[in-house]
């Protein structure tokens, strides 16, 4: 799930100093409304525009942006794609197509090296750190090239400020300055830091009902929060289902949503997994991990095959020799040894990664054979 996004022409150090404040200014409302309620400050006004401008924009991200527009989980009317699209963009999580394009790369690349997002690379990562570069956040034109031809997803792209502003009017209007505290600042704290759970709990604690390739979980807390997103391997193993929560008790009020849409004729080609498909990827996923934890094993035993081959070597070499190649010989095992400690670290891997994996280590033997041949006399 997505954060602020990408802003053509704007420098770095801009782009941070922004970013800073989107972090920090809903962080200083949420200390002035915990204030404001220690001194009994608050009203029920204030709570019902909180709790739905919070609604409305959890489930702009969660049926909007993400099971509708990046994938395709329904179709629906021109009507309920715009209202659900804008009320994403009220969740101040970024235009449309930066967030889109960054939560589709995800999957593309989920916890492995070219994730936008994974707390593989420290929990803070995953969570909010990664929305302070830029690069983060991937072009439409390669990710969600056809949405660039979707007049309702363009039309939001266009007119994003507008939203998150008017629904800060709103609660202005309606409550006055307590009012756009909570059902405008403390909301958006509570919406953003909810979506980053899910890139940052999600992929870290939890139980994991399907074997994937990568580390997504199922957290009900989050599934509860985020309103069915928490159930995040579900999603991972069948990205295109509507329905994230696939048990009885796993509380999905977005697929609710979306189910009560399709009753209503709003919503139609609504994408379900049957049981005999769950049955199906649950043994193909066993098969998967077996095949991953044998390449593994193999790319193991060819790591500790190359460090014995080259220390062999060094070993054969005049002191002299040994203290000139000493550095490079140190990077190359320290190399070895994190490559190690990744494949022990993360139990489920892409083939191709391990595979990128064996080929550097191969190389890197190349290298340092190489480099010892040339100093031998």
Same mark, same amino acid.
């Given at each position: 799930m997505s954060g602020i996004g990408h802003y053509d022409g704007m420098t770095d150090r801009t782009y941070k100093t922004i970013m800073v404040g989107y972090v920090i200014i809903p962080l200083v409302a949420v200390v002035t409304a915990i204030?404001?309620?220690?001194?009994?400050?608050?009203?029920?006004t204030d709570l019902f525009l909180l709790i739905v401008f919070q609604v409305l924009s959890v489930l702009g991200i969660t049926v909007g942006f993400h099971r509708m527009l990046t994938h395709d989980?329904?179709?629906s009317s021109t009507p309920t794609r715009l209202f659900f699209t804008l009320c994403g963009c009220m969740a101040l999580?970024?235009?449309?197509?930066?967030?889109?394009?960054?939560?589709?790369?995800h999957h593309a690349h989920s916890d492995h090296e070219d994730d936008p997002h994974s707390p593989l690379e420290g929990f803070w990562h995953g969570h909010m750190?990664?929305? *302070?570069?830029?690069?983060?956040?991937?072009?439409?034109?390669?990710?969600c090239p056809h949405l660039l031809e979707d007049k309702v997803t363009m039309f939001a792209?266009?007119?994003?400020? *507008?939203?998150p502003l008017l629904s800060f009017a709103i609660c202005y209007a309606v409550g006055g300055w307590t009012g756009l505290l909570w059902?405008?600042?403390?909301r958006s704290f509570l919406t953003t830091h909810i979506t980053w759970s899910v890139n940052s709990i999600c992929h870290t604690f939890g139980s994991r009902g399907f074997e994937t390739t990568d580390e997504s979980r199922n957290n009900w807390l989050i599934g509860l929060l985020a309103l069915g997103e928490g159930w995040h391997n579900n999603h991972h193993a069948f990205p295109r289902n509507a329905f994230h929560g696939m048990r009885w008790y796993q509380f999905d009020l977005s697929g609710i949503v979306i189910r009560n849409l399709e009753r209503l004729g709003l919503a139609w080609d609504v994408q379900r997994i049957g049981k005999e498909t769950q049955e199906a990827h649950k043994l193909k996923g066993l098969t998967m991990h077996q095949n991953i934890a044998d390449l593994k094993a193999e790319l193991g035993e060819?790591?500790?095959?190359?460090?014995?081959?080259?220390?062999?070597?060094?070993?054969k070499l005049p002191p002299k020799k040994v203290a000139a190649l000493r550095l490079a010989h140190e990077k190359t095992m320290k190399r070895y040894t994190d490559i190690q400690l990744s494949l022990a670290r993360r139990r489920n891997m892409k083939r191709k990664a391990i595979e990128k994996r064996h080929e550097e280590v191969a190389k890197l033997l190349e290298i340092a054979k190489r480099r010892m041949k040339m100093v031998i006399p």
């Open positions: 204030v404001l309620l220690w001194n009994n400050v608050i009203n029920s989980g329904f179709k999580e970024g235009k449309p197509l930066a967030w889109i394009a960054t939560h589709v790369k750190g990664w929305v *302070f570069s830029q690069e983060n956040f991937e072009d439409p034109k390669v990710y792209e266009k007119t994003y400020f *507008f939203w059902g405008g600042l403390v060819f790591i500790d095959h190359a460090r014995h081959e080259l220390d062999l070597m060094i070993l």
